[in-house]
């Protein structure tokens, strides 16, 4: 069994979870000779305006789960508070109040109804509220406008793309204003691009509106909007991962977290399967045979580099040197490959620092262009790649502006993923991994820290 680690995440700050399940089980026709466990013991803390996936391959319950929150799936043992109270417990009305006015919800498959309007899809939960019509429409015009269809307010749904269809049946789970925002696959039916709308729409809920959403997806590529992933596999949740390009809404206390391996893994590739992350920790035990003792002088030795305190001939010496004699103990010729390339990169990485304290000076640097040719030279060597005349220059040029810091990472993956027609290099996914990868150890090496010489 997989460990589940969001038991060991504990929240610093008192916030009671807006969402909270304790020990909940759900069975499908339960007594019934087809009775089915979908979700096993899942407990769950979900805090006030965070943005959550909940993420896994079909028919791991996610929707289960969805219907479970919504009120119309009653789980068989265990608990689940909304606002800490039981939905289960709720009198008819309350139920109605807590589905019309505390969660919205949009679908997969939009459920728009066809035979009326944009405009009443969108205002329809209100209007067994007792809301007067004016009202209802200028609610509903708002948010037409906010999510960029005001224009389709007289339209019937028929005549709606994909994505402006899921665009307004968010407009219509907004239109009462409820604090949680249930999505079940919201982008499953959409182009990229829709989705991509459809991604910033539901973004904006939760940054602008503060809403707690929570996604259900089985892409991998939407869970970088969410502040924290949920893992789900055969009814339970295998643990929980907050994306570390988020600032978190919970601060969570990462001394109480267990480390093992796994664990520390499932921080640094937060997208990972728990499958990945064991073919990641086995590959590395395969490459990795060095023991503590090595690793820990093979550090000191890198440290050392790192500050200029030792050149690369000493370096390729102690690796070299045997354990007993206070060396890393490798053979020779490993040796050598790891000081060279250790020595190139923060060759490279210290003209680049010096390039860059030049150009935040103003003056000018004589070896601006040799510095460029080596680095370019040196990459498309390492990265064993092909280029033409037109890619070389681009890729020049791309190296030149990551270097001054003029473009980010992501464009300069965009840049180098780009056909050469639209002004990028053209390079497969293989290649641009190695250049980026280089280029951010580059990078990061070549931050000016404490030591300013
Ligand atoms: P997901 O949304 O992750 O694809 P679901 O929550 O829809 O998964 O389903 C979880 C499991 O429960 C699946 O094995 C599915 O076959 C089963 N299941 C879903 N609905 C029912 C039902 N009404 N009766 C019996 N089994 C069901
Ligand atoms: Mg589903």
Redesign the pocket.
Known sequence: MFPCFHASYAPLIKMEPIIQTKHMDVV??LGKK?E?K??TDFNLDIYPGEFIALF????????????SILGILQPSSGEILIKGENPYAFSANEMVNYQSRIIGIIYQAFFLINSISVMDNVVLPQAFLGIPWWKRKKRGQELLDRFGIGNKAENFPMLLSGGQSQRVSVARSMVNNPDILLA??PTGNLDSKSSEQVMRVLDEINKKDKKTVIM?T?NASQLVWCHRVFY?KD?QLLRTVPNPDKKQIIKFDRQKVLVTEIELLSQMFPYFEPEDLKVKSLVNYLTQDLDFLQIDRLEKAVKLMILRTMGRDNFQEILNAPLARGGVGLPRTRAKFLADKVGQLLKHSEDVRRYRRRMNEGTFFSREDKLINELLYYIVEEAEIKLDRDQKSILKQAVRDRVSGLIRKEELEIILKNPVKKGGVGLDKTDREKIVFYFEKLLTQGIDTANKS
């Open positions: 499908y026709n087809n089915f979908a979700i896994g391959p079909s028919g791991c319950g996610k929707s289960t789960i969805f219907y079940d696959e259900i089985h789900m009814g």
